[in-house]
């Protein structure tokens, strides 16, 4: 989102309001309208305080909002010649509206793509605060759910970056440092990150690395991986890649609420509503970027519609919080016209997709949520990864929330984490 820097923010030369400060209006109004959604949800908890607080650190990040991209726009990939180590911080700064009793950073980290190549990612370090020894704070390393795919989406750069980190809160109180990578191409222009599992993980794994530059919060190399439903993707991708990419950190488990376990499946189910054709937009035009190389020439056309290779692009700018409306308009139409045959069976497409879904055994300890009232991800496709993992030996603690739905999933299951947490970490 372009930052308003003249000496009149917000006009044209005839001085009426210019067109691109209009567009940076409606997003901004859009974010308030998504984050008073969470409010509302918030409102329910049993603390009226909580609520306050939230709405006071809301404030603060809409105040601050404008000046924030310059932190983005002003960072550039490093020539993979002089690329540093994975985790290295480019550059921080600041955030303000963070929990009480805790400082939070903006960062700029390095860590790498699909292709293994050097890339810089944003993201977020959020500490208790004060001084302790290092190595002292167990790294949960959050990976956050969908919110689109574009740089503007990424949290970190909203007015609430703190809002989509389920269980914050509460994981600080625990004593822990708690990251949270934006993906590549999500803050930081990049490659495409989205359900594309070697990314993903490096980004969520580097993170971590990254929260041990920051002198003074204690982070160790002691991690839990923590994520919900493209996050829950991401965290399993992050642990099944962790021995081999990231040995040196300690990886004491994973736990992920409604994941996105197996991606031909997600297609197939959702592809018939809204949620569907928007997810399947963003995945879609990540793989066409990501795997050009493997795919047909205008790969798009080969499952999708005419209509839905026009929409895929379009769809791929615009984010869920504060856009929504934009990609009911343009996904309404194709329900039910979207795909022209099925990406879970077509040349190519079917082996990116199984290459992006994480059927390797997890080694460490596996926490699993689900919302028995998810209609997004559904119960039964969480089961059968469940019992796979059960198969192939995982140690597997499981739980499903009668009324809990996709949405509710992750804060619902919060105590239960809280608590697999501690036996992790004794």
Known sequence: MAAQRDSEPGTAEDGAPSEHAATRRRRIVGRIIGVAALVAFIVAAPAVARLLDFGVRVGEGAAVESSVEGFYGSATPTPASTAAPPGTIVRSE????????????????????????????????????????????????????????????????????????EGLTDLLADGNVVVATDYAGMGIPGPASFLIGATEAANVLDIARAAQHVEGIGASDRVVLWGHSQGGHAALFAAQRAATYAPELDVRGVAVAAPASDLAALLQDDIRDVSGVTIGAYAFNAYAEAYADRLPTDPLSTILSPAGVVAVPQMAKLCLLGQNKELHDIADPMIGSFLTADPATAPVWSELLQENTPTERITVPLFVAQGAKDTLIRPTVTAAYVAAQEQAGATVTSHVYLDADHATIALTALSDLRGWMRTLVR
């Open 94 to 165: 600041p955030v303000v509206g963070a929990p009480d009793g805790a400082t939070a950073l903006r960062v700029v980290y390095h860590s790498t793509d699909v292709e293994g190549a050097d890339i810089l990612v944003s993201g977020i370090i959020v500490a208790p605060s004060g001084q302790v020894a290092a190595g002292t704070r167990t790294v949960v390393s959050w990976a956050h759910p969908t919110t689109g795919t574009a740089p503007h989406c990424a949290p970190s750069s909203g007015i609430a970056p703190f809002a989509l980190i």
